[in-house]
């Protein structure tokens, strides 16, 4: 079956570093399109970055120059490094793919940006 589990999260000061995976099981990730989504108390689910099957990747507006989306084809795992985080980046962190009209998510990994 499909599984996604995402790792990585934690508390951590304003301008620190996280980095989040999400190990993949029951099928070949790099043939997929993977996203990370995060959602803070409040607010709606909002799509944070996707990485293509091409290794193609976007970027939300709000995370551009900070964070970078990659994949190991090897371990079958993806990636989500965060610099320079902000306040306003605390959220739970969900992984997600799709396959045809399927959908599915990871369990959720918490960050929290506070000093």
């Known amino acids: 079956q499909v599984q996604l589990v995402e790792s990585g999260g934690g508390l951590v000061q304003p301008g620190g570093s996280l980095r989040l995976s999400c190990a993949a099981s029951g099928f070949t990730l790099s043939m997929r399109s993977m996203s990370w989504y995060r959602q803070a108390p409040g607010k709606e689910r909002e799509l944070v970055a996707s990485i293509s099957s091409t290794g193609s990747s976007t970027y939300a507006d709000s995370v551009k120059g900070r964070f970078t989306i990659s994949r190991d084809n090897v371990k079958n795992t993806m990636s989500l490094q965060m610099n320079s985080l902000k306040p306003e980046d605390t959220a739970m962190y969900y992984c997600?793919?799709?396959?045809?009209?399927?959908?599915?998510w990871g369990q959720g990994t918490q960050v929290t940006v506070s000093s």
């Open positions: 997600h793919t799709n396959r045809g009209w399927d959908n599915y």
